[in-house]
């Protein structure tokens, strides 16, 4: 739980200032670690010192600073320093500051050590936590931090909640305390923070690779206002393969097989379109932004039901429904939106969209060949009402049988 400043009077003695400086908390979980660094204040009173650990693995030589501005960008005047042994870093900063603006860690390519490797990083990458939460920042705090930017509406621990759950971390671990320290703890646990730990790393691996692609595209370098887009889409890039991360994890849980963090990370950036992420998606993001809105997709329009079924036998009377878990823009339905196929071509019929239950609707003008194989095609130019597209054409084909009662015969 965030703790708040409380302004000192002047006729607190000495004595209990530097006692409530000491004990203050400052930004770490209630069951912080002894290696969680709390806030301390200097003794005229005027001034407040915020320090914490920096990691992935512990981050030597990163730059640090207040992000007043909250441009994710390093400004003359915010308060700076670089990271030391252990990640450990220092910030003079104004009294209350703490709370109101966000700590940012600029990861350099060949300058930060990384002492999980004891080499400098290859990439450089941004970490962040939320205001209140200096006192441990890693690539986990981060996506935290970024979901909350994205769902204002979301509160710190829902947005704590989508982070460990579509990672596969642990319940057992805080998020905002330091993964790495697992002294004092539980020996059952110890797996837990290990893990956690290679969680982090995969993150942190992308993050870099995304940020260096994305760069890339844009020419080599990114302008100050275009930090936050470039944060949010690599956020969106992990925390869509995400899936893949936390399948890891379970296994390595139930079936012993060792999750090795490289091998992981590269395996999920192999699943990353890193082409697209370019000038034209930055707009996009910029738009979406714009919109104020209190949640956030960038998602495309989803299945989750579909008849006939992939594979499946269906009677030749087949109506052909699809249903989203979203609305669809319904000016851009046209006739080929859904297609139906035989081995005669392309079926004629009437398409309908029901917004209340989110089912698109294909209902052929005749009865369909038995014993025959159809396709039925989505485009993937439908989209959600927010202009999210299905990107590419989805497909599935399902096989014909004959079902209709032939009529009595007569009587003679």
């Known amino acids: 739980m965030k703790t708040s400043y409380k302004f000192l009077k002047l006729s607190v003695c000495f004595f209990l200032l530097i006692l409530a400086a000491c004990s203050g908390g400052g930004g770490g979980d209630s069951d912080s670690t002894s290696r969680t660094a709390d806030t301390e204040l200097s003794s005229s009173g005027t001034e407040t010192t915020l320090t914490g650990v920096v990691a992935d693995g512990y981050l030597k030589s990163a730059r640090v600073f207040l992000d007043r501005n909250e441009n994710r960008a390093y400004d003359n005047g915010e308060p700076t320093a670089l990271s030391g042994p252990g990640g450990y870093y220092s910030l003079t900063v104004n009294p209350g500051e ?13 300058e930060t050590v990384d002492e999980d490797t004891g080499a400098p990083v290859t990439q450089g990458y941004l970490l962040e936590s939320p205001p209140g939460r200096w006192a441990f920042i890693s690539p986990l705090t981060t996506l935290v931090k970024i979901e909350q930017d994205k769902n204002p509406s979301l509160s710190e621990q829902q947005s704590v909640l989508n982070v460990r759950s579509q990672l596969g971390v642990s319940d057992d671990v805080p998020l905002f305390s330091d993964y790495l320290d697992t002294g004092g703890i539980a020996e059952s646990l110890v797996e837990e923070y290990s893990r956690t730990h290679k969680a982090a790393q995969v993150v942190a691996g992308l993050m870099g690779m995304l940020q260096n692609e994305i760069l890339i595209n844009l020419g080599g370098q990114a302008a100050v206002n275009e930090q936050a887009l470039i944060a949010y889409m690599i956020s969106d890039q992990i925390m869509g393969q995400a899936h893949m991360i936390e399948q890891a994890f379970n296994a390595e849980r139930n079936l012993g097989v060792t999750v090795d963090p490289i091998i992981l990370a590269s395996a999920v950036s192999a699943e990353i379109d890193t082409a697209s992420l370019d000038a034209e998606l930055l707009v996009v993001y910029q738009q979406r932004i714009d919109l104020g809105l209190d949640y956030w997709d960038m998602q495309p329009p989803c299945l989750v039901n579909q008849y006939p079924l992939p594979g499946d036998n269906a009677p030749v009377t087949t109506v052909v429904s699809v249903a989203f878990d979203e609305a ?7 006739g080929g939106s859904l297609t139906l196929s035989g081995s005669e071509g392309n079926i004629s019929g009437q398409l309908s969209f029901d917004a209340e239950q989110k089912k698109l609707t294909f209902v052929p003008d005749q009865v369909l060949l038995p014993f025959s194989d159809y396709r039925v095609t989505l485009s993937g130019q439908l989209a959600d009402s927010l202009g999210n597209p299905l990107g590419e054409d989805v497909s599935w084909n399902f096989v014909t049988i004959f079902d209709q009662t032939p009529p009595p015969l007569p009587e003679f």
Request: charged fraction near 20%; avoid cysteine.
């Open 98 to 110: 703490g709370e109101l603006y966000p700590v940012v860690v600029e990861v350099i390519a060949g």
């Open 328 to 334: 669809l823009d319904e000016t851009l339905l046209n």
